[in-house]
């Protein structure tokens, strides 16, 4: 099993900058691929982004290209989310995501673990 916990969210305005940290712990050796996606009230879950197991190869949603990086550190057994000129529109719950296949996916379906969020809020 594999456990995933979120931290670095919280209320900022429209043009600052917040950086979600996801960390690993169990069997991590189980978990390739590493995702973030959000949920906004009302809305479904969405994918943010993703990166490959070595951290070579990343995706981003449109909505979020140019202003959010992924990056991980596998001997730290994390995964970060650096996220610049955040936008209200980008408030949501933010959820770190592990899958077993080695490359970079998009689709929530193809995740094996998750945790349990974090709270994003950009105030106008």
């Known amino acids: 099993q594999v456990q995933l916990v979120e931290s670095g969210g919280g209320l900022v305005q429209t043009g600052d900058s917040l950086r979600l940290s996801c960390a690993a712990s169990g069997r991590t050796g189980s978990t390739n691929t590493m995702g973030w996606f959000r949920q906004a009230p009302g809305k479904q879950r969405e994918f943010v982004a993703t990166i490959s197991a070595t951290g070579f190869t990343t995706s981003y949603a449109d909505s979020v290209k140019g202003r959010f990086t992924i990056s991980r550190d596998n001997a730290k057994n994390t995964v970060s989310l650096r996220m610049n000129s955040l936008k209200p529109e980008d408030t949501a719950v933010y959820y770190c995501?592990?899958?077993?296949?080695?490359?970079?996916?998009?689709?929530?379906?193809?995740?094996?673990?998750w945790g349990q969020g974090t709270q994003v809020t950009v105030s106008s």
């Open positions: 995501a592990g899958a077993a296949r080695s490359a970079v996916e998009s689709r929530p379906t193809e995740y094996d673990y």
